[in-house]
């Protein structure tokens, strides 16, 4: 290949390497955040009766612009489809995607995006009306099923239900809206989503009591932050602060007692909360990043609880979403 080309071809991707490596830069510059949600999804994000974004999923973003921006409420919420989502991040529309996303191989590998640490370890389930008396997957033998499009159920649907020898008919909705109203409208046997979200969509149920969620599901459905692919420094501010709302939750640091607690003994929480050490100079932050972030939501428990624990409308238990030493899956790398 002629010399000129392959210099041109050089240059043209160490500037596409520039463009990927620049979010923080640009967070910064713009004094804003741009997360991308869902449409609405009770307990994960979904706006209130006043319009403000509230869930899970944004409360991870509140806690990214409050660590890069010093302020929770520098954030831009844009609310995409299943299927317009990983085109949102790629073309720059958004900073960061945190929205009920599955990490799975093929998302990994053929998307030009990177997953980030698992902020709600999930599963595929299904909702039936209670008067249907299906206990189990297998009593959806022969069932009409709704089920969103772009979505990992799509595919999990297919093929649990056809190792399984189960026969069934999809209706595969573009919206999320237009399958709950199709489902309570009696047009599908069950309607299938994580489990997570079927427990959010019934909290909007004409009569919620109608309806159960199976116990049983049928895949794993990993959720997390997507980030754009050779943007080393912003994906791993994204993962260290899913780290610290972890590492807060197991040292007892909270929203209320957090300002304390950074002027407390302890070297771990000293460390986490940037009274010693430069743990925020090497993610280009300042050294305060995961006390702002603390003060703002709170710890992952307190997040959890809040929007989708026991004591909100979606009632869902800690499970896997507990802590290691606890039972679960959630697990801090040291900040050391
Ligand atoms: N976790 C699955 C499903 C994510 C998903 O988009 N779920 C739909 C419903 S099944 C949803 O949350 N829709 C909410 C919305 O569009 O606002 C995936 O990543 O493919």
């Known amino acids: ?14 500037s596409a390497i520039a463009q990927a490596q620049q979010t923080l ?12 949600v ?28 409050a ?9 831009r919420f844009v609310p995409l489809t299943a299927q317009a989502r990983f085109t949102a991040l790629q073309t720059g529309e958004i900073d960061v995607l945190f929205r009920n996303s599955t990490q799975t191989f093929v998302r990994a590998t053929s998307l030009g995006l990177t997953q980030g640490p698992v902020n709600f370890y999930d599963g595929q389930g299904f909702a039936v009306r209670r008067d249907a008396n299906v206990r189990n997957v297998a009593g959806l033998n022969g069932a009409t099923i709704c089920v ?14 056809r190792a399984r020898n189960l026969r069934f008919s999809p209706v595969v909705f573009e919206r999320v809206d237009t399958m709950h109203e199709a489902f309570y409208a ?43 692919n050779g943007d ?70 307190e997040i959890f609880e809040r929007h989708v624990g026991q004591g909100s409308p979606l009632k869902l238990r800690r499970g896997l979403n507990g802590l290691w030493n606890q039972g679960g899956l959630m697990y801090a790398i040291p900040f050391r």
């Open 186 to 228: 009696g047009r599908c046997d069950a309607m299938t989503q994580d489990a997570s979200a079927l427990a959010g969509a019934l909290t909007s149920a004409r009569d919620p009591a109608a309806y159960q969620v199976l116990e049983e599901t049928i895949s794993k459905e990993p959720l997390g932050p997507f980030t754009r």
């Open 232 to 301: 080393i420094q912003w994906t791993n501010t994204i993962a260290w602060i899913h780290g610290a709302l972890i590492e807060a939750e197991e040292y007892g640091v909270t929203q209320a007692n957090a300002q304390a607690q950074a002027a407390g003994q302890n070297p771990t929480i000293q460390r986490l909360l940037g009274t010693t050490g430069e743990f925020g100079k090497h993610l280009g932050l300042e050294n305060g990043w995961a006390l702002n972030a603390i003060r703002a939501v709170g710890n992952y428990g």
């Open 38 to 65: 869902s449409q609405g999804f009770a307990g994960f994000s979904a706006p209130d009766s006043r319009g403000e974004y509230r869930g899970l999923d944004v409360d991870y973003c509140r806690a990214t612009a």
């Open 1 to 14: 290949m002629k010399t000129w080309l392959l210099g041109a071809i050089a240059a043209l991707s160490l």
């Open 25 to 36: 830069a640009q967070v910064k510059a713009r004094g804003t955040l741009i997360c991308g």
């Open 148 to 161: 969103a499009q772009g979505t990992t159920h799509e595919l999990n649907l297919g093929d649990v239900f």
């Open 67 to 75: 660590a890069v921006l010093g302020d929770a409420s520098k954030v």
